[in-house]
Every structure is written in C-alpha cells, then in structure tokens.
C-alpha cells in the first residue's frame, strides 16, 4: 500500500470511528451509491468480473442496512424499509442477471430520498448534541 492510500484507509478509519449511527448510515448510501454506479459502467463496459464484485458490495452494505434496523426504537419505520431494502437487492440481483444498468439506477434513484432524509436526521441529532452540551460547558467554566 503506497503512502497516499495508508494516509486515506487512516482517514477513513477515523472518520467511521468518529461518525455518529445516523453519519454512518449516510456513508453506507454514499458506498452503496458509488458501488452501484461502478458496477453500471463495469456492466456498460462488459467487464463481468468488476460487475460482480460491485454488485456483491452493493448486496452486502444492503444487508447491514437491513440488519442495523433495530425494531426496539422504531418498529414502524422498520417494517416500512424491511421490504424495501430486500426489494433492493432482488432489484439489483434482477438486473445484474439481466446486464440491465438502468435496472441499477433504479436503485439508485428509488434510496436518494432515504439518504437525503438520513443527511437531515445526522445534522439535526447533532445541532441537538451541540445546544445539549453548550450549556453544560458555560457551567463548568463559570462554575
């Protein structure tokens, strides 16, 4: 692994480890994204092998969206993404059999909501955070 690639695997090590859940969560649409657009041009280009593996990383990151629903905190909004994570990945399974890019970007295009709504959430929870802990700091220094 040459320098630049070490300093960028530390930076990203760091950035998950610091990430609140809901930035988490924002960074495993932006992977699914990414993963799901390399296997359309992987597939445009008939290059099976990159396709494959795109579409096995587009597969996996849905698979812990799917199991990091926890049903404890909001049981309805887990039965709503429940089906549509595992329509996803028949979707993207459907369309990779079928060399279909477009069936991809439905995907794509069908998740950009939730990924936007979670951006929301993440910066809301953490305006939250910071207004919580403003006054915490202003006792301790005057205190």
Not at 61 to 88: H, M, W
Request: aromatic share 6%.
């Amino acid at each position: 692994m040459n320098l630049p690639t070490q300093g960028l695997a530390r930076y990203g090590a760091v950035s998950v480890t610091t990430a609140s859940p809901g930035q988490i969560v924002v960074m495993l649409y932006d992977g699914l994204f990414r993963f799901l657009r390399e296997a359309m041009a992987a597939m445009e280009a008939k290059d099976r092998a990159k396709t494959a593996e795109r579409i096995n990383r587009s597969i996996a990151i849905l698979e812990q969206l799917l199991v990091g629903l926890d049903r404890s905190v909001f049981p309805s909004l887990c039965d709503k993404l429940e089906p549509l994570y595992a329509f996803c990945m028949r979707h993207i399974v459907e369309a990779n059999a079928h060399r279909d890019p477009a069936g991809l970007a439905d995907v794509i295009r069908i998740l950009t909501p939730l990924r936007e709504a979670w951006v929301v959430a993440a910066d809301q929870v953490a305006r939250d955070a910071r207004a919580k802990a403003a006054p915490a700091q202003v006792s301790q220094t005057t205190g």
